[in-house]
């Protein structure tokens, strides 16, 4: 199976809004609910941001949301901040217990 | 608060092997399914193998089907990850974390090196 296509890079200036697409097909993002995003600055673990398309974990900032239309994903980070600057990956389940990741968005807060 | 922690990362040789260990505290694994995934130098994701609370389903990428075997011990809250046949692509950081369908949290990751 391929990995989830995301773009390479996004930017935005503080507190302006910017989204990432991860996009996949029927059989991954299209066909499950499970689709969760991650940040990672560098040199650290992934964290969890936002789970099953939509769902923000106790602590992430509502300024994080994600929405799922047929086989593309979004990620939407509101007011930007500089401490929003990292790699954010998009993950979704594909069935018979696979999971897929996306390939990486690096995002850049001008 | 959850805490997982890995390690047995080191320098192997192609075609050689290695275990990986995560140890798990502030929660009974018992009672939650985990995974392995890893992040090759400079690069993306990738998901491994997950294995379910009471060890009784695994599943494995393509990559490392028959090549990698995920195994858990309750009693002692750990999770493993045996790699076998080890190729220089298997170079990375790997992680453990909570979860089959989305991961939270992550360990700090474990260094696996493969060159001769």
């Known amino acids: 199976q391929s990995a989830l296509t995301q773009p390479p890079s996004a930017s935005g200036s503080p507190g302006q809004s910017v989204t990432i697409s991860c996009t996949g097909t029927s059989s991954d993002i299209g066909g499950y609910n499970y689709v969760s995003w991650y940040q990672q600055h560098p040199g650290k673990a992934p964290k969890l941001m936002i789970y099953?398309?939509?769902k923000r974990p106790s602590g992430v900032p509502g300024r994080f949301s994600g929405s799922k239309s047929a086989n593309t994903a979004s990620l939407t980070v509101s007011g930007l901040q500089a401490e929003d600057e990292a790699d954010y990956y998009c993950?979704?389940?594909?069935?018979?217990?696979?999971?897929?990741f996306g390939g990486g968005t690096k995002l850049t807060v001008l | 608060e959850v805490q997982l922690v890995e390690s047995g990362g080191d320098l192997a040789q192609p075609g050689g092997s290695l275990r990986l260990s995560c140890a798990a505290s502030g929660l009974s694994s018992s009672n939650y399914a985990l995974t392995w995934v890893r992040q090759s130098p400079g690069k993306g994701l990738e998901w491994l193998s997950g294995?379910?609370?009471?060890?009784?389903?695994?599943n494995y990428a393509d990559s490392v089907k028959g090549r990698f075997t995920i195994s858990r011990d309750n009693s002692k809250n750990m999770l493993y990850l045996q790699m076998n046949s080890l190729r220089v692509e298997d170079t990375a950081v790997y992680y453990c974390t909570r979860g089959l369908k989305w991961f939270d949290p992550w360990g700090q990751g474990t260094l696996v090196t493969v060159s001769s």
């Open positions: 294995i379910s609370s009471d060890g009784g389903s695994k």
């Open positions: 993950s979704s389940y594909a069935g018979s217990g696979n999971v897929l």
């Open positions: 099953e398309v939509t």
